[in-house]
């Protein structure tokens, strides 16, 4: 599946826009490296999650970790780095849960969704322009606590946990 | 909470892309109306999907009814005009699941997720642009079906959903 003609209109350092003709039909695409995001339990059976700045939302955020991948890094190694980075969360078991499209009307950013498990704690090394809160949330609370998520991925991670938990 | 200095990068005619200054940091962000979804259940009980090609994704995607909102229409009017539209059900009873930003580091589209049950089947009127293939789902064969979603929405919604009816 390949457009007839493409064009990039705008280059930017996270992500570009390509214009692209597919028959009749233009379609303005965001075009970016793709995503991770992992569902971080620790030792004690709590969720861990960010609290930070979202200049596009113009508030703050609760959310899963995640990041950008790198080109050509696999989505476990980001996923594993992002952790480490921006909550300090080491070990513990791997797996992948889903893979999904954010926003497949006009971006195309595919991500890969992580449940890590008995993770352990260490110290985090944020990006100088992340100022992060880490937030834990046990387990058995994450159901009641559904109402102050306000992001895609963070909603869809914490309902497929709670699914496989029987929660 | 607004950023120091901004400046309109592209303008396009479903997204523009700002590029705002937030003290030291330079920001990247997609600029969007925002849009809504719909999680559709039809008289026979059964969930209403489309399955349409994704330019973005190079794939073609079984998602929620979805579409854009237009400059200062109610969340609820898009909603109730984009189901008639892509899929020709109406009436029902209508009530909003949810309202998230599908992918906040950098694009600013905020949805709004409703539940409509009940709904009654019509005619449907697409976009000359959309070729759209109704996949209409039994509720109690959901839960088996979610390793076919790609797309972040229509997981969360199908999850809340699932919740909802305790299945």
Redesign the interface.
Known sequence: ???DEQRV??E????D?V??R?G??E????R?PG?VAIVAVDADDRLVLVRQ???????E?L?LP?G?REPDEDPLATAQRELREETGLTGGEWREL??????????????TLFLAEGTVEGEAAPDE?EDVELVHVPVNELARRLNE?????T??GI??F??ERGL
């Open positions: 599946m390949r457009p209109a705008w930017g350092r996270l992500f826009v214009v692209e597919w009749g039909h379609r303005e695409i965001v970016h995503a700045r979202r200049e596009a939302a113009r508030d955020l959310e995640a950008t889903a893979t999904f499209w954010t926003s497949p009307g006009f971006v195309a950013e595919r991500m322009d998520i306000e992001d895609a991925k909603l869809a309902l497929l709670l699914r």
